[in-house]
C-alpha cells in the first residue's frame, strides 16, 4: 500500500509566505517524478509545477518566480515553498508521484490535498 500525504496548508496574508509538504509511504520501491497541483472552486484542476527524481524541476507560468519546488529522496518527501502569495493563489493543493512499489510497476498517486487561503 502506497500513500501520499500533504501538509503545511493553512491561512495567510496577501504577500505572506508558505511551506507545504508531500510525503510518500508505504511499500516504495522508487519515486520518480513529484508534482504539485492545485484546484480552486469551480476550477479545474491545474499544474503548478514538477520535479524530476534527479532535481530537474519545471513550473507553470503562475509559480515561476515565486514558487519553488523541492524534494528529498531519502525521505520520498516533495516541498513547495510558495512566497509573495496572493489571494488568487487560494486552492486546495494536491501532489502526485509517479510511483513503482514492490508489487508493482510504476503508478500514479494522488494526496488528498491541503487548502491553502490567501486573505486580501
Known amino acids: 500500500q502506497v500513500q501520499l500525504v500533504e501538509s503545511g496548508g493553512g491561512l495567510v496574508q496577501a504577500g505572506g509566505s508558505l511551506r507545504l509538504f508531500c510525503a510518500a509511504s508505504?511499500?516504495?520501491?522508487?519515486?520518480?517524478?513529484m508534482g504539485w497541483y492545485r484546484q480552486a472552486p469551480g476550477k479545474q484542476r491545474e499544474l503548478v509545477g514538477t520535479?524530476?527524481?534527479?532535481?530537474?524541476?519545471s513550473y507553470a507560468e503562475s509559480a515561476k518566480g515565486r514558487f519553488t519546488i523541492s524534494r528529498d529522496n531519502a525521505k520520498n518527501t516533495m516541498y513547495l515553498q510558495m512566497s509573495s502569495l496572493k489571494p488568487e493563489d487560494t486552492a486546495a493543493y494536491y501532489c502526485?508521484?509517479?510511483?513503482?512499489?514492490?508489487?508493482?510497476?510504476?503508478?500514479?498517486?494522488w494526496g488528498q490535498g491541503t487548502q491553502v487561503t490567501v486573505s486580501s
Open positions: 502526485n508521484a509517479q510511483i513503482s512499489s514492490y508489487s508493482s510497476d510504476y503508478r500514479s498517486y
Open positions: 520535479i524530476t527524481r534527479t532535481g530537474i524541476t
Open positions: 508505504g511499500s516504495i520501491s522508487r519515486v520518480n517524478v
